[in-house]
């Protein structure tokens, strides 16, 4: 099986985020009406496996090892099956 998957980053909702204070900042002063401002990463990874349990735990592996520090960040993915 192959799946792809989409995974979102982010940092923890008490973790101060001075990227997204910066755009949140750099917008106001254009004048948007933006209160808040999360950066964040997105990625898509195809992977493949022997069965949709074997690439989500691919998937966390590789989400909790390589892609986030669990300290800091949360993420989320959605995972499709890919059709040869």
Known sequence: MKGRAEVRVMLKDTVSDPQGETLQRSLVSKG??????????FL?????????????ARLEEICSDILSNPVIEDYEYDLEEVLE
């Open 44 to 56: 898509q990874l195809e992977l493949t496996g022997y069965s949709r349990e074997d690439i989500v």
């Open 32 to 41: 948007y009406d933006v209160s808040r401002v999360r950066a964040g990463k």
